[in-house]
């Protein structure tokens, strides 16, 4: 017994100095690996369970910025069982490691830049503890300079690539704005602000929003918008800009939208009554010409120009009623521009904007249910589409915020305009005049509040979980629609993507295929209950001898994985019983 005690302890002294030894070694061994490297130091107070599900991704294009919108321990704790971004640093600079940075986390929600959807599959997301309408502390932004400096090194992304949530996050149509829209978050928006990407030690910033000039997406925030593509009002010792100083006052070149600009609101619908006997041939509407053949994805776009037969003109982004196309109508490609100004190339996003169709180009074109027009509008500013001063934008948006009271619905503010996404939240609490108290959650007719409602939005950044699946009759497909209709629903849920075999379309009755498959004949069979999932592959059937881990790996578990069953049935992969995965059971996952 005495014996058996004695060797223990010996053994157990032992031990103990070996384990001094090791760790000595071990910390000599980090020293010179961080002197090696400079690598930032992080904590694993809130790293995430998540980890082992989460694929690892196949391609690092860009940095997204979040701010948590609550306190350290409250926003550490949601991120760390959501796993919802890489890195987390709080206001005294403090870096917490959440999900591998090699791996995918959910940060992004719905997302798209310059017509890629689904941003979490290409992005590493750093939430920033704080709120979108402040900020970050000094240390906040050494330690976020430290963090990005050593990201921006290890995947080579350039400054105009790091963007903030807001930049990214997109809407799908809702009952406010009826086409797929930016403005969806505010989050981490002071972070596109000259100023402060400097102390961030970003040099550059994408000078317009490469969706919205495309026609993929509409602005639903005019002022959110001049914010985060706000200027430096003169071009300061900003050093390595590679671009002509962009003085808000001297735009490159002249205004080119003058095309549209003087198009009256009054004339909006496209409905010339005149449609009698179509001129036909190539670029001309006509029963077998869509505008969508004609101008396939740019037939939204603020460049495609459309002569009605009567004479009046109107770019792609300046219409709304796609049915009430007449026959006759001559479709041109780029035919909106001016001549002078050469079609921005790939490097339109960090050009300094031919101050192009952006942000003026929605105000027509959303039929807006008479709850949110924006002050800014009544600015008569000289040309409206020119980029704003960081200080101007500022203004602007602080203006608009205190015009409108925070957080009180009325004529002039929705529940959207307060709680954008989260409007219909469980967690976003509605206080009616009367007194009486509901949940976003539970109300279901929008048009029913009343002025006077009072709003309060729930902590966090919520609206990471994995982008939500969408079908088309979210985008607005309806059964017998036109072609362009059910293609511009395409091109709002997925992006450029849409025809690409990473985004998958699932049909009611279970049956599915490729978007590299479409044709004709699929087109046709489309439903309004078809879902899109974009970025997704599809693998499969799981079998005994084929099991989920086999076809996606540890991600088989996972809430953005989905099982696609016989009968039409999809089950998430956080939600499946692994003993009664019927069989032909298919696998929709991201890689
Ligand atoms: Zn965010």
Request: cysteine-free; overall charge positive; hydrophobic content about 35%.
């Given at each position: 017994m005495t014996a058996a005690g004695t060797r223990t302890l010996a053994a157990r002294a032992c031990g103990a100095m070996a384990r001094r030894v090791l760790r000595a070694a071990v910390l000599v061994l980090i020293a010179s690996a961080c002197a090696l490297q400079a690598a930032v130091s992080v904590l694993d107070t809130y790293y995430s369970p998540k980890n082992k599900e989460r694929p690892v991704r196949s391609s690092t294009r860009f940095i997204i910025l979040h701010t948590t919108e609550g306190t350290l321990r409250g926003s550490?704790?949601?991120?760390?069982?959501?796993?919802?971004a890489h890195y987390m640093v709080d206001t005294a600079g403090r870096i917490y490691r959440i999900i591998d940075r090699k791996r995918v986390a959910y940060h992004c929600g719905r997302s798209m830049w310059n017509g890629l959807s689904s941003l979490d599959n290409y992005s590493v997301g750093i939430e920033v503890v704080g709120f979108h309408d402040k900020d970050p502390t000094a240390a906040q932004c050494t330690a976020l300079k430290n963090l990005l400096d050593e990201l921006k090194k290890a995947y080579k992304i350039p400054d105009n690539k790091v963007l903030t949530h807001s930049m990214v996050a997109y809407g799908a149509p809702n009952q406010w704005h009826k086409r797929s829209h930016r403005g969806r978050k505010r989050c981490a928006m002071r972070m596109a602000l000259p100023s402060v990407r400097r102390k961030l030690g970003l040099a550059s910033k994408p000078a317009i929003d490469p969706d919205v000039k495309a026609g993929r997406l509409v602005v639903a925030d005019k002022e959110l918008q001049q914010l985060l593509y706000s200027v430096e009002k003169k071009a300061a010792p900003k050093t390595p800009a590679p671009k002509p100083a962009?003085?808000?006052?001297?735009?490159?070149?002249?205004?080119?939208?003058?095309?549209?600009?003087?198009?009256?609101?009054?004339?909006?619908?496209?409905?010339?009554?005149?449609?009698?006997?179509?001129?036909?041939?190539?670029?001309?509407?006509?029963p077998k010409h869509s505008p969508w053949d004609i101008a396939k994805t740019a037939y939204n776009a603020s460049t495609t120009l459309y002569e009605f037969p009567d004479g009046t003109k109107k770019t792609g982004a300046e219409i709304t009623n796609w049915k009430?196309?007449?026959?006759?109508?001559?479709?041109?490609?780029?035919?909106?521009?001016t001549p002078s100004?050469?079609?921005?190339?790939?490097?339109?996003?960090?050009?300094?904007?031919?101050?192009?169709?952006?942000?003026?180009?929605?105000?027509?074109?959303?039929?807006?249910?008479?709850?949110?027009?924006?002050?800014?509008e009544r600015e008569p500013a000289s040309d409206p589409d020119a980029p704003v001063s960081?200080?101007?934008?500022?203004?602007?948006?602080?203006?608009?915020?205190?015009?409108?009271?925070?957080?009180v619905i009325g004529p002039k503010r929705s529940a959207w305009d307060i709680a954008r996404d989260a409007y219909n939240a469980p967690t976003t609490i509605y206080e009616f005049p009367s007194g009486i108290k509901k949940t976003g959650a539970e109300i279901t007719n929008w048009r029913a509040i009343p002025a006077g409602t009072r709003v309060t939005v729930g902590e966090a950044d919520d609206g990471n979980e994995p982008e939500p699946v969408s079908t088309l009759g979210d985008a607005g497909f309806s059964k017998g629609a036109?072609?362009?209709?059910a293609n511009a629903a395409l091109a709002a849920l997925a992006g450029a993507e849409w025809n690409s075999a990473r985004t998958i379309y699932v049909q009611p009755d279970g049956t599915y295929f490729r978007g590299d498959e479409l044709d004709a004949a699929k087109l046709g069979a489309l439903s309004p209950e078809t879902k899109v999932f974009s970025g997704y592959k599809v693998g499969g059937p799981v079998t005994a001898t084929n099991p989920a881990f086999n076809i996606c790996g540890p991600s088989w578990r996972d809430e953005g994985t989905h099982f696609l069953l016989p009968g039409g049935e999809i089950v998430t992969g956080d939600k499946i019983d692994a003993t009664k995965i019927p069989p032909r059971t298919m696998v929709l996952y991201k890689d």
């Open positions: 550490g704790a949601k991120l760390q069982k959501n796993g919802e962009s003085g808000k006052k001297t735009p490159a070149a002249p205004p080119p939208s003058s095309t549209k600009k003087p198009q009256p609101a009054t004339t909006t619908p496209a409905k010339p009554p005149s449609a009698k006997p179509p001129a036909t041939g190539p670029g001309v509407v006509g009430a196309i007449p026959a006759g109508t001559k479709v041109t490609v780029g035919g909106a521009e100004a050469p079609p921005a190339p790939p490097a339109a996003e960090t050009a300094p904007a031919a101050p192009s169709a952006t942000a003026a180009a929605p105000a027509p074109a959303q039929p807006v249910p008479a709850v949110s027009p924006v002050a800014g960081e200080e101007e934008a500022t203004a602007r948006y602080a203006a608009k915020e205190a015009e409108l009271g925070s957080l036109f072609g362009e209709v």
